[in-house]
């Protein structure tokens, strides 16, 4: 139990769906992120909220909307992906983005596979 | 310039045997070099880390080698078991964000019984 934990843990859906992610952190955190983990490929970093502010990587495409409405909670709104969007999405806080490099706190992910 | 290249991609070794898993990086801004490990079904988590200050650092069976010159890093499991079994990530930070921090592709260690 790492105090982060993300719903759904499996995700299966259509190019057309609408969907969404969800993550809590119970570590009184204030940056939170979201990360895609593809099979043999470095993590990356896909969005940073901290302090409700959002920090985005100008790569992500914009089917993939994120929402942080307090420090705790996390989410990824996900529509009309594609199949290549098909990998595991981590969530992962730190006490704060600008210290602490490297003590991310991830939940176990969702794997979300798009049809 | 901000890669970091992780090899090998796989590595099975004995239980009992020393597994080393290398990162290399190009970008000397870097001063933060933690390793995560991930067991199937579960998030990465924090293994150790380092700092280029130092040339070594040791946890219990885990150690991180760092030769700054080279611009080269690596762990090393010294007595492994095979509940050491799991994805190793290594990854370089910047300036003390956890927004600068750049991932290896991963290493899937396993150690046989």
Redo the contacts between chains.
Sequence with gaps: E?G?TQTPRHLVMGMTNKKSLKCEQHLGHN?M?WYKQSA????E?MF?YSLEER?ENNSVPSRFSPECPNSSHLFLHLHTLQPEDSALY?C?S?QH?????????????SRLTVL | QQQ?KQSP?SLIVQKGGIPIINCAYENTAFD?F?WYQQFP??????LI?IRPDVSEKKEGRFTISFNKSAKQFSLHIMDSQPGDSATY?C?A??????????????TQLTVLP
Excluded: D
Excluded at chain 2, 41 to 46: D, N, R, S, T, V
């Design positions: 790492t982060v940056a992120y043999k490929k470095p993590l970093l940073v920090v981590l992962a730190s983005p600008q210290v602490s490099a490297g003590e991310l706190f991830f939940g176990e992910g | 970091v991609q933060y933690p079904g579960k998030g990465p988590a924090l880390a990530f990854a930070g910047l300036g003390g964000s956890a927004r600068q921090l750049t991932f290896g592709s991963g």
